[in-house]
């Protein structure tokens, strides 16, 4: 199994400014995923963050938008850059292991 | 196309009976994994169960099961003696192989409540 830990665990941010995510995992993996949760919905993968090449992102998320970075192994951000009211969401960053897949704690981000 | 559909938005049981959350799914891969996730009020993702696509038998996981019927794409969780503590959101995912990884994709979600 893997221990996944986020910082911040919570958030209130003004319009126009950008919030960094931490997620720090206590072995090493070469995937990570970053989720969101918009309320009431269901989850939506961002982009996968492979350790030494540029994150792999998904219809409708961009890099500009949401910069990743994945300097190690154990060990990742993202970034929700020019916020706006519609980015108010749950985002949580997850590992896989063959038959599982853990997620850490989440971070819930309000846009004031 | 929708790829993991959960037709129940929600659903209600009686504390100690068993129920059924519906999942059906739709890939051509023949290789693919399928999850369940519990989440609680308080946001937290909590695995329950997976079903690998080549597992011959029903995955169980103490009073969860998974009803996996390959033919009919379908991958029903299962709880059994349903406590209080069961309400919450829970969703079905799949795991899709793609070329240079995978990524795992997840239905709206099916919101249980638990009657005393």
């Known amino acids: ?112 | 196309a929708q790829k993991i559909t959960q037709t129940q938005p929600g659903m209600f049981v009686q504390e100690k009976e068993a129920v059924t959350l519906d999942c059906t799914y739709d890939t051509s891969d023949q290789s693919y994994g399928l999850f369940w996730y519990k989440q609680p009020s308080s946001g937290e993702m909590i695995f329950l169960i997976y079903q690998g696509s080549y597992d011959e038998q029903n995955a169980t996981e103490g009073r969860y099961s998974l009803n996996f019927q390959k033919a009919r794409k379908s991958a029903n969780l299962v709880i059994s003696a349903s406590q209080l503590g069961d309400s919450a959101m829970y969703f079905c995912a799949m795991r899709e192989l793609y070329t240079g990884g995978f990524k795992t994709i997840f239905g709206a979600g099916t919101r249980l409540f638990v009657k005393a």
């Open chain 1, 1 to 112: 199994s893997a221990v996944i830990s986020q910082k911040p665990s919570r958030d209130i941010c003004q319009r126009g400014t950008s919030l960094t995510i931490q997620c720090q995992v206590d072995s090493q993996v070469t995937m990570m995923f970053w989720y969101r949760q918009q309320p009431g919905q269901s989850l939506t993968l961002i982009a996968t963050a492979n350790q030494g090449s540029e994150a792999t992102y998904e219809s409708g998320f961009v890099i500009d938008k949401f910069p990743i970075s994945r300097p190690n192994l154990t060990f990742s951000t993202l970034t929700v850059s020019n916020l706006s009211p519609e980015d108010s969401s749950i985002y949580l960053c997850s590992v896989e292991s063959p038959y599982e897949q853990y997620f850490g704690p989440g971070t819930r981000l309000t846009v004031t």
